[in-house]
Every structure is written in C-alpha cells, then in structure tokens.
C-alpha cells in the first residue's frame, strides 16, 4: 500500500534503504515495489500504536501484525490469500534478517517466530509431448528462441528480461546468467537443439525487430516488434498464443517451462545438484521439491 503516509523519519529512511538493498542484491523489479510496499503498512500501523523505531517491535507486533492481515479486506475486495498474507511475513522477514545482518538491531523479532505456509496447488508440469506440440506451433525464430530460452535453458522470467547477446556464447555453447535471484550468477549449457534456436533468431530474424539506435535494443539479446527489448509481460502474452494454438485447455506460464525441464532433466538421470546448478538455486532444498514433482508425474505416465 503505496499511500499508506509515514511520518516518521526513521521509517522513511529504512523504507528507502530497504529498496536499495532489494536491488542492489538482484531482486526483480516486481519484488523492489511490493516488499518495501508491505513492509510501509507495517510501519504505518506501528506508527498508529505509538512505536517510532526498530527498537521497539516486539515479536508480538509482528504477530498482532499477522492477525490484523488476515482480516484486512483485500484492495479488490474479499479477504488477503494465503499467499498474499504470506508475502507481507516474507517482507518482515526478509527486512529484520537484514537489519541484523547490519546490525542495526541485537535481538531479530522474526527470530523465534514460525507461521503456517500456504498451501499451493500442484505445481504443472508438460509432458515432453506437450513441449513438442509448443514448438510445433511456432511462427517465428523468436517463438523458437523463446521457448529454448524458459525451457532449454530453465531461464527465469525476470533473467529472458535481461539477457544480452554478450550473454551468449555460441562456439563454447554457454549461456551467462549475470544476475540471477539473489544476485546469483551461473553458466547455463545449451544443447545443440538450443543453440541451433537461438542462433538462428540471432542471425536470421534479430535484425528485422531492431527499430532505431537505442543502446538497450543494441545490445538485447530479444526484441519485441517495437524493436525494444521485450518484457516478462511480452513473453507472457507470446506464450499463451503458442498455447491457445497447441489447443492446451490448462493456462501455462513462463515458470512452467522452467518446471517442466527441472522435471525431464531428473528423470533423464541427471544428478540434482546438477540440476540445481542448472536452474540457479541457492538451496538444495529448492530442488528437492522438483524431485518430488518428477515422481508424482513419472507415476502419472505410467499408470
């Protein structure tokens, strides 16, 4: 909530503060608006019971906090999700770790608590069946590169933004991740299919995007049709078409694509912290739950 007002100077600080380190760790732009948003109406509601500081948040404001947001009405009416009540915590979360980190703060208030986590639905999975009736319906090397890029390359929404072509190497076969979550970099092999896709929008079809000298459009390795380099929300668009024209019936999204070939790597035998390698994760555990995935769909097929 952006027009929550805040008073208090030293809220306002850490507001701003807290942005800066959400970008210059490599957050997305998305997360850099809505975590400093929900951590402003924490501030708001301390400022209305009278705590002006970090010194005075106790682990019980953060849990009246939690209480109060599962009654808050939601701006498009009804009650917060789970999962949006969830995002507020992970922004408390996220905040307090990082002022202990810096510390500016002796005991964290977030420390000792535990809140339930909501439940998801099932994450979906493509069959490889499904992967080649997408590409089947391509219209364009972009489709194509598209495709290879989220599902080749289990690439993030947010990493298909900022690719460049200094990103990619096609003679060693390597695509660069310069800031992935986290900040995290890593390198991303690409088989031959991949590459092949890749460099044939690069070499082939690329150019007749670029519209204009704009530095960003000369060094973006994707091009939207206004010749800018194209958005998670363009991608996003393109592949439900490619969707819609496969016939799927289920709505698929970026993220799935990169679902589906954690899935397929595993159960081709690859070893999974070479898949959490592949795919970026910090933690083990992150992967872990895609071996999970593998053998629910793996019984799936064979029954």
């Avoid at 307090?96 to 639905?121: C, K, T, V, W």
């Avoid at 590459?195 to 082939?204: A, E, F, I, R, V």
């Amino acid at each position: 909530m952006k027009h929550l007002p805040i008073y208090n100077k030293e809220y306002r600080e850490l507001l701003l503060d807290f942005r800066l380190y959400l970008e210059r760790t490599g957050y997305n732009k998305g997360s850099c608006e809505a975590l400093p948003s929900c951590l402003r109406e924490f501030f708001h509601r301390m400022e209305g019971l009278g705590i002006h500081g970090l010194d005075g948040i106790t682990p019980g404001h953060i849990l009246e906090h939690w209480e109060y947001l599962r009654t808050r009405p939601s701006q498009r009416g009804g009650s917060l999700s789970e999962s949006q009540i969830n995002h507020h915590l992970y922004a408390l979360k996220t905040f307090m770790n990082y002022r202990q980190a810096a510390g500016d703060i002796e005991s964290n208030p977030f420390g000792a608590l535990a809140f339930p986590r909501p439940e998801h639905p099932p994450r979906k999975v493509l069959s490889r069946e499904e992967i080649k009736a997408l590409y089947g319906v391509c219209e364009t090397l972009r489709d194509h590169a598209m495709l290879s890029l989220f599902y080749g390359c289990g690439l993030r929404r947010s990493e298909a933004e900022k690719l460049d072509i200094s990103d990619i190497h096609f003679k060693g076969q390597l695509l660069y991740v310069r800031s992935g979550k986290g900040g995290k970099r890593r390198a991303v092999p690409m088989g031959v299919q991949v590459t092949q896709d890749l460099k044939g929008y690069y070499l082939n079809e690329r150019e007749s995007y670029r519209n204009g000298t704009a530095a960003d459009s000369l060094k973006a390795f994707m091009l939207n049709n206004h010749g800018n380099r194209m958005s998670g929300d363009s991608f996003w668009r393109r592949l439900g078409y490619l969707v819609e024209q496969a016939g799927f019936t289920d709505r698929i999204g970026l993220h799935c694509l990169r679902h589906s070939i954690a899935t397929h790597l595993l159960e081709g035998g690859l070893g999974i912290e070479q898949v959490r390698d592949f795919l970026g994760h910090r933690h083990l555990e992150t992967t872990q739950l895609y071996a999970k995935i593998s053998k629910h769909y793996l019984s799936k097929q064979i029954c």
